[in-house]
């Protein structure tokens, strides 16, 4: 995929296929510098993708591991949650703090998004770190969409898992 050095180049769905799932590349929202117009047309792109939420086996979201969440990383998250869509969040860049810094940050992060250390991976695509732990994710990710293919009534039963009425209402 081509990337830019600038935030907020990506202004539609992009759609990867790699045969045995498709990777979908979304408008970022967190440090582009466009206009509150193009930002609400993001917003309208990223409702009408969230809409068709059955067709997501899972939301790999990237935050850039030198800054903190923003809010929209926040209400992000509290979506993904309240909608029982399950998420890894992934912290890109790490290659530009050094190692106690990382984890340091990877603490920050985590607890400004209430989740636990283990649930951010650390990513490099400079470097390559972290790149295995992703990819061992997305196995994991398809083996278990292969096995809820195979036993349907195991996805029932987590679609009846419900989010507490506090967090979500």
Known sequence: ARTSADPGRTRLVNYFDFGEFLLADLPGYGYAKVSKAEKEKWAKTLEAFFAQKERLAHVLLLVDIRHDPTDDDEQMVKYLYCNAIPYTVVATKADKLSRMQQGIRADK?????????????????????????????????????????????????????????????
């Open 109 to 169: 992060i985590a607890g400004n998004l209430a989740l636990t250390r283990q649930n951010i991976l650390l990513t490099s695509a400079e470097t390559g770190l972290g790149r295995d732990a992703l990819l061992d994710k997305i196995e994991q990710i398809l083996q278990t969409q292969a096995l809820l293919r195979e036993n349907p009534e195991d996805a029932e039963s987590a679609d009846d898992t419900k989010a507490g009425e506090n967090e979500c209402g």
